[in-house]
Every structure is written in structure tokens, then in C-alpha cells.
């Protein structure tokens, strides 16, 4: 689904009108409809007033994913069960894993310094312990989008949190 659809889709199930989000977001009522019917490419601010507008962190998420502008650029699961507790128990997966193929890159990686190092089995062996290690980023991203959107989980605060305590710890200036 992309960010217009989302949009469309989520606004409809709050149950605002073209014409007030629209002017919520300052825009008019027809260059709205150009964005919702995919006419037009919806802006940055505009994408961002509307998800405020929407209370959707998913409408950013996708946005991002959509404009690859994440460092790792994750899809945003939009075609599993969204109850918080099976989105946990998947996360509590995809972390098991994370940590299992951790372990084997930590192997296949001793006594190497480059990749010319490997075989190419050896090679095929790290980048499907690499596959395995990026499964939890999609599992992680969609449990705070269901905290956020379930429990107000507010995504904001949370980074400002992080930050704080990764500066604490000497991981960031």
C-alpha cells in the first residue's frame, strides 16, 4: 500500500472529510483529492501535518520506507496481525533469531579482517546470517507503530529518551 492509499485509507476510518483535512494540513479540497487519488506526489509537510492530523506514525513510516530515506530502508509490515500481543510475540521471534545468527556471524567473521577472506560459501553463509539479524528491524518497527497507535505511545519522547541515555552511556556525543 502506498503513502496516498494509507492516507486515504486511514482518514476514512477516522472519519474526516477531503475538505477538512485538507485545510488542516493547508491545502485546498482539490489539490487534496489530486494527492489522495495518486495525481500528484504528496510533499514531505504535507505527509507529516497529515499523519499529526491522522495520529498515524504508520503514514511516516511508510513514507519513509517509500523515499528509502532510513539508513537500512524496512518495509512497513502491513499484511500480519496488528493486535500488540501477537506483534510482541513476533518481536520476541525475530529477536531469538537476531540473537541465534548473531552468534554464527560472530564465527564466520573470526580471524577475518576483509572479505576477500571468504569462500563463497563462507560468503553466502554471512549474508544469510546478515538476512536473519535484519528481520528484527521490520518486527521492531511495527511495534512501535502499535504502541503508538493502540496506547499513544508517543515515538517523539521515546527518541529523546534513547538519545539521553545513549549519551549517558558514552555511545553518543
Same mark, same amino acid.
Given at each position: ?34 494527492? %489522495?487519488?495518486?495525481?500528484? @506526489?504528496?510533499?514531505?509537510? !504535507? ?5 499529526? *492530523? #491522522?495520529? /498515524?506514525?504508520?503514514?511516516i513510516a511508510e513514507h519513509l520506507y517509500?523515499?528509502?530515506? %532510513?539508513?537500512?530502508?524496512? @518495509?512497513?509490515?502491513?499484511? !500480519? ?5 501477537? *506483534? #510482541?510475540? /513476533? ?82 556525543r
Amino acid at each position: 500500500m502506498c503513502v496516498a492509499e494509507l492516507v486515504k485509507e486511514t482518514r476514512l476510518m477516522v472519519g474526516i472529510q477531503q475538505i477538512a483535512i485538507a485545510g488542516q494540513v493547508g491545502v485546498t479540497q482539490a489539490t487534496w483529492s489530486k494527492y %489522495e487519488n495518486k495525481e500528484l @506526489p504528496m510533499p514531505d509537510d !504535507v505527509v507529516e501535518r497529515a499523519a499529526a *492530523v #491522522l495520529n /498515524s506514525p504508520r503514514i511516516i513510516a511508510e513514507h519513509l520506507y517509500e523515499k528509502g530515506s %532510513e539508513f537500512f530502508n524496512v @518495509p512497513v509490515l502491513n499484511n !500480519v496481525d496488528d493486535n500488540v500481543l501477537v *506483534v #510482541l510475540d /513476533s518481536l520476541i521471534e525475530e529477536s531469538a533469531e537476531l540473537i541465534k545468527h548473531t552468534q554464527t556471524l560472530k564465527k564466520l567473521l573470526k580471524n577475518k579482517k576483509s572479505r576477500d577472506q571468504f569462500s563463497s560459501q563462507q560468503w553466502e553463509e554471512v549474508m544469510s546470517a546478515e538476512e536473519q539479524i535484519a528481520d528484527v528491524l521490520p518486527a521492531i518497527k511495527l511495534h512501535f507503530i502499535t504502541m503508538a497507535e493502540q496506547f499513544e505511545l508517543d515515538i517523539k519522547s521515546l527518541e529523546k529518551r534513547m538519545n539521553r541515555k545513549l549519551r549517558s552511556k558514552s555511545y553518543k556525543r
